[in-house]
């Protein structure tokens, strides 16, 4: 199998470049045909030299997965399914096995969703999920690996849209803060002058509060932030989020308010409704209290049924009814739109499945 080039800092390049008798110059010009120019080959690369080029193909490639089925839904929401192999491939190779000595392949997805003038890809971080949240499909399937940068980075380069894409949501499939080495990878690519050159305004990533990670990413990026709230009070948390019982919600909470989100830096909080369990005055009351002084968001998201989750979706005027509570209490609250429902590419319904 060839080594992927996607995923390599110019440093990095440059090491590769000289190792195959290429000038160490030639790491920045490869940096930009992978990361500005977003060629599919090294053959692409026409200031190497043709040796140079023959002999760096020998031994890599640049590494961009095409996808094998994409589906696109009415409202335009476009859902990519790429194969992942599972391997043992070293930290920043191909993606990681939990299965020693055993090559598997596995399905990720990555969903592009237009709005306005803004095309956003939600991207995956892992195939599959150990975090087991009761009401999200990814959960339901288990861990199969955690993606490399290259793996991520090839989910934005792979698109259609690659040119036009203006936002990304780390939300898709996966806990980004359970594979941070890769996704701060993947970070730093995207906002690097010789990367992607992206603003940090661009970049959102979502956590359910892997509390030393969380510390890392707020100390490492200047990107948004979106945390899964879900439940204000502990056991109900826990009942459905298993994540509550190693870091608790409130622990989350004290760390964010550590840093400054009062200027460019964002903080929301992702509300899913389930009807009866999480969606009455006290929830919002609570939900008050735990954010009270910080500056904030709370987006309130319609739950998507799945199987074996004993909750449905809150209905509209309960949430606007819940909405309209916060928001007087001085929390700013909305309601998300769905987006992607008919495709299964609204949040918690990614599993990576084949359309049949
Ligand atoms: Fe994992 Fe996120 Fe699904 Fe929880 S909601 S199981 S963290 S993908």
Redesign the pocket.
Known sequence: MKKKLLGKTPTELKDIAVSCGLPAFTGKQIAQWLYVKRVRSIEEMTNLSKTGRARLAEEYEVGVTAPIDVQTSIDGTRKYLFPVTCTHDGALGAIESVTPGKLETAAIEAVMIPDDDRKTLCVSSQSG?K???HF?M??RQGFHGHLSAADIISQFLAVDETFELTNTVFMG???PLDNWENVRRAIEILTADWGFGWSPKRVTLST?GVIPNLRRYLDESRCHLAV?LHDPFPDERESIMPVEKGYHIRDVIDLIRQYDFTGQRRVSFEYTMFSGFNDTKRHADAIVQLLKGLECRVNLIRFHKIPDFPYSTTSTAMMEAFRDRLTRSGITATIRASRGEDIFAAC?LLAGAHKQ
Request: charged share 10%.
């Open positions: 999920c975090m087991g949240c999200c990814t959960g499939m996966g806990e359910i899964s918690g």
